[in-house]
């Protein structure tokens, strides 16, 4: 039976986003024509937990319900190098605890993270949303393949605006950003041309 992760920020003892993640949960089980008795909220409390600082609740479910709990102390380093890979079957529309083909995928890049290309439009990296950055505005692509919990957060505060970004475009940005439940928005900005095959990508699509 497939099992699926939910990965949760907790900051001096506040959870965020727990409706966002709740309802994905909860999509989980409706499509796959499940009951779903899963509360998260309830979950978070039942760990009583007291400590500050920065944790990732990591929450493995199956579609009977059964669940497995990890409470962890989270840091971010930043990333040194991207590269563009393309897949045009790659389908990670719910969260599953599966997660082989990403890695394999960053094998084969050689790079340390990859932005992930599908028919020839930008959808996310090996882990993360990602967001663009044209003039002031922040744009994420409408082509992500999971709809995190953070992106849903940022559009519905208006922070940022879902846009087509493709290869042919994607040289009109000058910096992006990943993030996902744990990296927040603007915490490390890149600057585009970090990305190592970008300009492999850009000719042979102009």
């Known amino acids: ?10 900051e001096d003892q506040e959870i965020f986003n727990i409706n966002f993640h709740q309802k994905r949960v909860n999509d989980t089980f409706e499509n796959f024509g499940k009951e779903n008795l899963i509360d998260l909220e309830q979950i978070f409390k039942d760990l009583e937990h007291d400590e500050d600082g920065l944790y990732k609740l990591r929450i493995v479910y199956d579609l009977n319900s059964k669940f497995t709990v990890n409470i962890i102390p989270y840091a971010y380093s930043e990333i040194k190098e991207f590269a ?40 996310d990296s090996s882990y993360a949303n990602l967001l663009f950055l044209k003039g002031k505005q922040w744009f994420t692509p409408n082509t992500c393949l999971l709809n995190g919990t953070q992106k849903q957060a940022l559009l519905k505060s208006k922070k940022i605006k ?16 990943m993030i ?11 600057p585009i041309e970090l990305i190592n095959n970008l300009s492999h990508f850009s000719n042979d699509n102009e």
């Open 180 to 190: 996902n439940a744990m990296i927040g928005f603007e915490e490390i900005i890149y």
């Open 162 to 177: 879902e846009t087509e970004i493709n290869l042919r475009n994607l040289k009109e940005f000058s910096h992006f950003q």
């Open 1 to 10: 039976m497939s099992r699926f992760i939910e990965s949760i920020k907790i």
């Open 84 to 123: 563009l890979v393309e897949n045009n079957t790659l389908d990670y529309s719910f969260k599953f605890e599966e997660r082989k083909i990403f890695e394999m995928m960053k094998i084969k890049s050689r790079s340390e993270e990859i932005i992930i290309v599908k028919n020839n439009h930008i959808t």
